[in-house]
C-alpha cells in the first residue's frame, strides 16, 4: 500500500484514545455532506418524477398540435384539411373536433361546462388510461342514449353516477321563447380523473354526431382538428412543419403553448429547486476546511515526525487531501443509501401525500436517474477537494523544527 494512502486511512479511522472530539467533527461533516447529497438527490428524483407525470397526463389528455380557425369560427372543411395534414411526416393520426359550451343537468344538480365531440371509437389522447368509474364508450346504450364521459370533478358537482341520465343544454345568443336550447340526452358511461383541476371540471366527452346535432353544424365543420405525432419527442418539430404547411387563416399550436403555463411551472422547480438544495452540499463541503484543519492541529507533531524522517511536502498535503475525500467519499455513499431507501419508502407507502388541486397528483413521484447520482457525486467530490487544499497546504508548510520545539 502507497505511504500516503496508509497514513490518510489510519488518521481516517481515528483509533486513538485522545481524538474523541475530532472524531466528533468527522462525523458531523460526513453527517453533513450526507445529508446534502441525499437532500440533493431525493429533491432531483422528486422534480423529474413531477415532470414526467405531468407531461404524461397532459399528453395523455391533449392532442399534441391543434389547428383552429382565425377568426373563431369552424373549420368549414375540416375533412379536406385532415387529409392534407395527415401527409405531413411524422404525424400519426388526426381527428376533427367539435368544441362547445354547454349546460349539463342530472336528476341532482345542473352546472356549465365545455363539451367535447369526438369519433365514436375513440379521440387521438389517451383518456382511456384515466377512467375511474364505468367505462370509455360514447356509442348508444341499451336505453337508446348515447354515451358521454365526464370529469370526476364536473360528476362531483352535478351529483353523477355511472348510468344516470346527462341532459346537455346548448344555446346560441340569450335564451327566449323565439331562442329555445338544443337538447341532447346521455347516459354516463365513464369518468375520467387526470389529477389536473382544468381538465377534470371542464369537460365532457361524447359522439361528435351528436355533439354536431346540438350545435346544428354542418357535418364537414368542426371546431378544431387535433393532431398526435408519431414521436411524442419530435412535437416540436412536426408542429413546425404543419405551420408551414398551413398558415393562413389557421392558428396552429403545439400542446406546449396551450399549456405554457403548466409547462413553465415545471421548468420552475427544475431550475430552481436542485440550486436552493445543492447549496447545503456547498455549504457542507466547505465545512471540510474547518473539519481538516482541526486533523492537522491534531496530527501537529506526527507532520514534525514524519518530515523529520524524510517526508515530503507532496506527500503530507496527500495525506490530508485523502483524509478530506475519505470523509466526502464516506458522506456520498451515506447519502446515496438514504436517498436509495426514500425512493423505496415513498414509492412502497406514499410517505409524502400531497394535494391533488394543487400539484395534480395525489403523492409526490420521484424518478431517480442515474446521471443525477454521476452528477452529484463528482460535484460532492470535487467540492469537498478543493475545501480540504487549505488545511492540507497547511499541514505541508509546517516547519518540523517549530513543531519538535513546540512547548520547550
Known amino acids: 500500500m502507497k505511504f500516503t494512502w ?3 486511512g489510519k488518521y481516517f479511522r481515528g ?54 380557425s382565425y377568426t373563431g369560427e369552424p373549420l368549414f372543411r ?44 375513440g379521440d387521438v389522447t389517451n383518456l382511456r388510461a384515466y377512467i375511474i368509474s364505468g367505462e370509455y364508450n360514447l356509442s348508444v346504450q341499451e336505453n337508446g342514449l348515447p354515451g ?78 387535433e393532431i398526435n405525432v408519431e414521436n411524442p419527442n419530435e412535437i416540436e418539430a412536426v408542429y413546425a412543419e404543419i405551420r408551414n404547411r398551413t398558415g393562413f387563416p389557421y392558428i396552429t399550436e403545439s400542446i406546449y403553448q396551450r399549456y ?56 503530507i498535503r496527500q495525506i490530508f487531501l485523502l483524509e478530506g475525500l475519505f470523509v466526502a467519499i464516506s458522506g456520498l455513499i451515506i447519502g446515496i443509501g438514504i436517498s436509495l431507501l426514500f425512493y423505496w419508502l415513498q414509492i412502497t407507502f406514499q410517505i409524502i401525500p400531497l394535494s391533488e388541486e394543487n400539484y395534480y397528483m395525489s403523492t409526490a413521484p420521484v424518478e431517480p436517474q442515474f446521471f443525477d447520482f454521476v452528477i452529484v457525486a463528482a460535484i460532492t467530490i470535487l467540492l469537498c477537494t478543493l475545501a480540504s487544499w487549505l488545511p492540507a497546504r497547511v499541514a505541508a508548510k509546517t516547519d518540523p523544527v517549530k513543531v519538535l520545539t513546540f512547548g520547550k
Not at 385532415?82 to 341532482?108: D, K, L, N, W, Y
Not at 365513464?190 to 389529477?195: D, E, L, R, V
Open 15 to 68: 483509533n486513538k484514545r485522545d481524538s474523541r472530539f475530532l472524531s466528533f467533527i468527522k462525523f458531523m461533516a460526513i453527517a453533513g455532506v450526507a445529508i446534502g447529497s441525499a437532500g440533493l438527490l431525493i429533491a432531483l428524483s422528486i422534480v423529474h418524477g413531477f415532470k414526467s407525470t405531468i407531461n404524461e397526463k397532459i399528453v395523455g389528455f391533449a392532442p399534441h398540435v391543434t389547428i383552429t
Open 78 to 121: 375540416a375533412d379536406t384539411l385532415q387529409a392534407h395534414v395527415a401527409a405531413i411526416p411524422g404525424v400519426a393520426e388526426s381527428q376533427p373536433v367539435i368544441i362547445g359550451q354547454v349546460m349539463v343537468q342530472s336528476t341532482r344538480d345542473v352546472s356549465g361546462t365545455i363539451i367535447k365531440g369526438v369519433p365514436e371509437t
Open 260 to 315: 405554457r403555463n403548466i409547462f413553465a411551472w415545471i421548468d420552475l422547480q427544475e431550475e430552481t429547486i436542485p440550486l436552493v438544495i445543492g447549496v447545503m452540499i456547498i455549504v457542507a463541503a466547505f465545512n471540510l476546511i474547518g473539519t481538516v484543519l482541526m486533523m492537522v492541529l491534531e496530527r501537529i507533531k506526527d507532520i514534525g515526525i514524519l518530515k523529520t524522517i524524510g517526508a515530503k511536502s507532496k506527500a
Open 6 to 8: 496508509y497514513i490518510a
Open 148 to 225: 358521454i364521459i365526464l370529469g370526476s370533478a364536473l360528476a362531483r358537482t352535478i351529483g353523477a353516477d355511472v348510468g344516470n341520465r346527462i341532459t346537455t343544454y346548448a344555446i346560441d345568443g340569450l335564451p327566449s321563447p323565439f331562442n329555445s336550447p338544443e337538447i341532447q340526452q346521455f347516459t354516463l358511461t365513464g369518468i375520467y380523473q387526470t389529477g389536473i383541476a382544468r381538465f377534470d371540471d371542464n369537460f365532457a366527452l361524447a359522439d361528435i354526431q351528436f355533439v354536431n346535432n346540438l350545435f346544428n353544424l354542418n357535418p364537414r365543420h368542426a371546431s378544431i382538428l
